[in-house]
């Protein structure tokens, strides 16, 4: 059972340009939700996270839009450029007496031209 | 400072051969978390450890696999009689303690099981 469901797998955005990544989970225990960025042959980096108590997060270029009542969340990048060509993954967490192990959507690959 | 470190960045063995994982977490960071990253799979959650305890190693996928942490700092994965559908990228994460969501991951270990 896929608890996170992510789309699109991939997305090609010009310079400048807004890329917008969804996101959707099942399981309304969740309580935490980070995205990451990857590039090839690195580990996924914290970008930006979010708890379902606030409806938006801002981080320079980056936004977490979260929508509770859908159980949707998603990312904005505002004037995308091409260092931001990698894959993002979103994800969420409960915490439990077992820590906060994270479950991941299935990623998207995000090419910005110039 | 330092980031989480993994050694070795790439393992090829032969199937049936036994592998060990390790794992450095930041200094200081109590929780450590392992994940594998597959093409088949996704990122998907391996064990949890709070210090040298593992509430849960509910994703270990078989018991050929298993994992310890010493001194609630390092963490070694170790793979018995591999199998080809081991072969991925294993992920070590870290976080400051239960109290905190942020996971700090890796670069990972790239297995080959031939």
């Known amino acids: 059972q896929q608890q996170v469901k992510q789309s699109p797998q991939s997305l090609i955005v010009q310079k400048g340009g807004i890329s917008i990544i969804n996101c959707a989970y099942e399981n309304t225990a969740f309580d935490y939700f980070p995205w990451y960025q990857q590039f090839p042959g690195k580990g996924p980096a914290l970008l930006i996270a979010?708890?379902?108590?606030?409806s938006e997060k801002k981080e320079g270029r980056f936004t977490i839009s979260f929508n509770k009542s859908a159980k949707q969340f998603s990312l904005h990048i505002m004037d995308s450029q091409p260092g931001d060509s990698a894959t993002y993954f979103c994800a969420a967490s409960k915490k439990t007496g077992g820590g906060n192990k994270l479950t991941f959507g299935t990623g998207t690959q995000l090419k910005v031209e110039l | 400072g330092a980031g989480v470190s993994q050694s070795p960045s790439n393992k090829v063995t032969e199937k049936g051969k036994d592998v060990e994982l390790r794992c450095d977490p930041i200094?200081?960071?109590?929780?450590l978390y392992w994940y594998r990253q597959s093409l088949g799979q996704g990122l998907e959650f391996l064990i949890y450890?709070?210090?040298?305890?593992?509430?849960?190693k509910s994703g270990l996928p078989s018991d050929r696999f298993s994992a310890e942490r010493t001194g609630g700092s390092v963490s070694t994965l170790t793979i018995q009689r591999t199998q080809q559908e081991d072969s991925a990228v294993y992920l070590c994460a870290s976080s400051s303690g239960l109290a905190t969501y942020e996971q700090y991951f890796g670069p990972g270990t790239r297995l080959t099981v031939t």
């Open positions: 979010i708890r379902p108590d606030v």
């Open positions: 200094s200081g960071h109590t929780a």
């Open positions: 450890f709070q210090g040298n305890s593992a509430p849960d």
